[in-house]
Every structure is written in structure tokens, then in C-alpha cells.
């Protein structure tokens, strides 16, 4: 049993699995789940649970137990109980047993059908016991990322390489070397294009800040595993390539490496910034000539294309590299004209910082002022979008005029300062914005007026 697993969970949570293991029990939480009741970090926003009875069977002893809300999944084998109330976990994905033919489904048999040992552990709930038939508890707390069943968890699902990658950086271990040596020489040709961007999406979201974390980045994208997913970046490393080449493919991961989190009103995310390195590889030069440039996105949008990126993301990514050959001292007026165009501006410099913090030949005090440089202009792009987004008086359902004919005195500053104060309220509460609460918010001030 994990010492106190229960109280990880609040107390409304708690209830619901009470409930669902009264209505189609014994469930088994497996997944995340068990990693963050041993690690004691927060629960993950989907719950996996494993469950012996047809899914079937399952939704219709929930729907007779008042939970109306629960569907079936898209995917195969998935029953989803959505937790509407509650912020953290969202979702209930509620699954039954996995086996291999001739063989009875079990939750050992299951678990061995999993990826790595630490992702095949199931805690029986409420009390336990945990289930680890194949030591994830202690390869989590002291061990390696180890594969569950060698090559044969391979030779099921070659996407389960890249997983084996994504363990070891987000857990921080290191990774048994005969696994490694399996995951690097496995092919994906029978994977998924959007699965494997997706799991490419998980690992290039994690923090990816400790050294042992950027090193297994490191390692993956000097493999043939990565060769299959980025072809353009292998070319750079090719034996008998030019050393410049090697250089040029060195300076892509430092920057992915390099580049800094966007802040919440920049439009843009540290996930296709990252994305947006590494797809632009050779056309990150900004002495690229124009037609090379043309000719360098069209190859970058094909391989959005086959790795199934949603057209917003490729936009988005195509638009950065677009504009990574502009000036590094944009004007107001330009940078105003970059917003009305709907550029992730901040992003195209922080790529372009990014860039300049991964050059280890640049001079320590060069380096900061780029960096200050880069700074200032992210400031004065926030300064600009937020002046651009910020309403205005005339942007009011209640006119001046009307105003004026509510409160009946001549128009002069405390006309300037109420619309103000009515702009304040509607930028953080647009909802606001209608006749009926702003003539309250008027009858209100006219109430707190002393002095006309």
C-alpha cells in the first residue's frame, strides 16, 4: 500500500471513485496515478482506472447509478466519466482489461502489455495493495527507465520508444543501457504520424532545465530513432558533412534547449517555439536569401503536414520562421504593423535570443546586452498589444451623451474620469458591457458624489 494515497485525492474525489468502486468495482488506478501517490506530487487531470467488467456493462450500472454524464470514449476500450465540478482531475477514463490471445484477462496480464515498468503499477483502490509485477517502484524511486517486456514491448507498439524516452526526462532517471540500445534502433514506420507528434508534443513540453534531462534530449535527437521524425537534421550530422553543418545542427538543439517560456498574454507557447527550432533547422539563418527562405518553408509545411500538425499550429510556426529575418530594432510603428498582422511577435525574439544565448563564442557582456535588447522589445510589444486590446470609451454600451442625461451637469473631467472607471470594469468583466449595469454603476457614482 502507498502510505496515505487516499488523502491525495480531495474529498468530493474521493466520493466518486467510493461510488464507481460500489458500482462497477473492484477499479484499479493505474498510469499517473500511482506515480504521484509515490512521489506525493499533484494528481493528474485524467485518472485512468482498469476495471475486470465489459466497458458495456460498466456504463449502464453508472447511467442506473446517477451518472448520467458518463460516454463512451473515441478511442477503443474507453468509458470516460467527466468530473464537471471539480478543477483538477477532470476526467475518469475508465478501461478494462487488456490480454493476449489464449490468455484470461487479468490486470497482471494488463500491465505487462504497458510500456515502462514505472507505468505498469496498478493501486487497487481505496486501500491497496499496489500491484507492481515488475519492480516500478523501486525503478522509479532509485532504479533506470526499464522497457516491461524488452523488444517484444517494442515489437507491439514502436511508439512506446519514444515513451521510453519521454519517462526518463520527465521522471529525471537514467536509462537501462540494453533498452536503450533497442529504443534507438527501432523504426517507426508503423506508428502513427499524429501519434508520434503527440508524444513528441509531450516531451518537448516537459521543463527539460536539469543537465541529466538535457542530455537524454540530447541523445535521443543524435539517433536514428529522431533521423525518423526530423529527416532535415540528420543531414547536418552525416559523417563526411561539412563542419560548419555539424556546427549549424549543434547551435538547433542548444537553442531548443535555450529558449525561454513564453509569459500567459504572449501568443504563442514554449511548445511550438521549440517545435519551430528545431522544423526550421538550415532556414534559421537570417542571411538566408528569400528564395531559399520560400523554398525551405514549403519543406518545413510538408513535414507539418505528415506529422499532422492542426493548420493554427502550422501557421503559427510557418509565421515565426517567416520573420526570423527581420530587424533586431524594430520601430513602434513596425512592431504595430507586425500585431496587426497577426505575427507571435514576442516569439520571433525570443528565438532570436534564444539563438544568441546558445552561441558560446559570443562574449559574456555581448551576451547580456542582446539579451536586455531582446527584453525591452518583448516589453514594448506586450505595452503595444495591450494598448491595442484595451477598450475605449466609445467602446461602451452606455454614450457619454447618455451619461450626461443620467447625471443632468455640465460635461467636464468627472465625465473623463467615469468612463474611465467604466473601462476598468468591462476590460475585466466584459460581460459587464451592457445599458442595464453600467447606469447602475452611473446611479452609483452620482450616490457617492458630495461635490458636482
Known sequence: MIPSFPNAFAPFIRNLLDDVNR?????????????????????????????????????????????????MGHKHNSLLLPIKEWTHPKVLDIGSFKSRPNHPATLEEDLMHRDVTVNAMAYTWPNGPLIDPFNGRQDL?????????????LDQNPLRALIFFRFAMQLNRPMHPEDLYRVLQTSLERAQPEQIRAEMDRILSLPL????????LRTLFTSPLADQILPHLAALRNPGSHWSREEQWKQILDTTLAITAPTDDEEI???DLR??????????NRQTSQDHMESHLAQVNRRLEFLEFSKRRARRILSLLRNLNGTTNPTDRQLKRYLHDHIPLEGVFRILQAITTANAQLPETARVEEELKFQEIRDRCRTLRQAEHRLHPTDLALSG????????????????????????????????NQKGELRAQVNKWITQQKVF
Request: proline residues 8%; glycine residues 10%.
Open 275 to 284: 517545435w519551430t527550432i528545431l522544423l526550421g533547422g538550415v532556414g534559421m
Open 209 to 216: 532545465a536539469d543537465e541529466e534531462t538535457q542530455n537524454h
Open 269 to 271: 507557447s514554449l511548445l
Open 401 to 432: 451623451g447618455e451619461i450626461l442625461d443620467m447625471v443632468r451637469i455640465p460635461p467636464g473631467p468627472w465625465l473623463r474620469d467615469l468612463q474611465a472607471k467604466m473601462v476598468d470594469l468591462v476590460s475585466q468583466e466584459p460581460h459587464r
Open 141 to 153: 524511486l532509485t532504479g533506470e527507465i526499464r522497457l516491461v517486456n524488452g523488444q517484444e514491448t
Open 23 to 71: 458500482l462497477i468495482g473492484p477499479i484499479h488506478l493505474v498510469g499517473e496515478a500511482p506515480l504521484c501517490g509515490i512521489q506525493g506530487k499533484p494528481l493528474p487531470n485524467t485518472l485512468e482506472i482498469l476495471v475486470a467488467r465489459p466497458l458495456t456493462e460498466c456504463r449502464k450500472r453508472l447511467l442506473r447509478g446517477d451518472h448520467a454524464e458518463a460516454i
